[in-house]
T-cell receptor, first 115, second 115 residues
Framework: NAGVMQNPRHLVRRRGQEARLRCSPM?????VYWYRQLPEEGLKFMVY????????ESGMPKERFSAEFPKEGPSILRIQQVVRGDSAAYFC?????????????FGPGTRLLVL | KQEVTQIPAALSVPEGENLVLNCSFT??????LQWFRQDPGKGLTSLLL?????REQTSGRLNASLDKSSGRSTLYIAASQPGDSATYLC??????????????FGRGTQLTVWP
């Protein structure tokens, strides 16, 4: 059973370009979470999605950032018109449900560097 | 708003020592608390998950305790080994509301165990 998969692992973009980060949850998991880890900081929650629904996006910047988890295919975190401050590691996690004993399994992350 | 603090930020010990990592959180209304390990350039690996009704969890040389009323958790590592070198993250999950599923992370303790 493959774990949470993220691609690309490393992404370099110039200011103003778009970044698309992909996350394939573990088999049987329908809940996806995105977190961002800025340099020298802890992981910060961004968004929580279930299939075709955004459940909680309160941690995501209102401008330039969007997320989706379609019925088929991976979850996508999209950053438009990237700026240097977007450089960070973006982690995706998935879970089977949200009961207290359901742990979140994390992917290896995508390291985004904005030049 | 939940704030999670980890002390110390970094720890360097010789192989064989027993050590304690500390985590504190400001809001005691948590669903569970989880300890993760993060290796450089890698994702997070869940080590132990403690439900709010539990006092401790053990796995091998690791023991995590939880004192919810005082907002504290400790991770005890017995007979440390160089392979334990990593960053250890503490994360709490709030009890209810729209943030169900969201984890709040500390900045981590960077542990180095030298031979």
């Amino acid at each position: 059973n493959a774990g949470v998969m993220q691609n690309p692992r490393h992404l370099v973009r110039r200011r103003g370009q778009e970044a698309r980060l992909r996350c394939s949850p573990m088999k049987g998991h329908s809940h996806v979470y995105w977190y961002r880890q800025l340099p020298e900081e802890g992981l910060k929650f961004m968004v929580y999605l279930q299939k075709e629904n955004i459940i909680d996006e309160s941690g995501m910047p209102k401008e330039r950032f969007s997320a989706e988890f379609p019925k088929e295919g991976p979850s996508i975190l999209r950053i438009q018109q990237v700026v240097r401050g977007d450089s960070a590691a973006y982690f995706c996690a998935s879970s089977r449900g949200t009961s207290g004993r359901q742990t979140q399994y994390f992917g290896p992350g995508t390291r985004l560097l904005v030049l | 708003k939940q704030e999670v603090t980890q002390i110390p930020a970094a720890l360097s010990v010789p192989e064989g020592e027993n050590l304690v990592l500390n985590c504190s959180f400001t809001d005691s209304a948590i669903y569970n608390l989880q300890w993760f390990r993060q290796d450089p350039g890698k994702g997070l690996t869940s080590l132990l998950l403690i439900q709010s009704s539990q006092r401790e969890q053990t796995s091998g040389r690791l023991n995590a305790s939880l004192d919810k009323s005082s907002g504290r958790s400790t991770l005890y590592i017995a007979a440390s080994q160089p392979g334990d070198s990593a960053t250890y993250l503490c994360a709490v999950r709030p009890w209810r509301g729209s943030t169900l599923g969201r984890l709040y992370f500390g900045r981590g303790t960077q542990l180095t165990v030298w031979p």
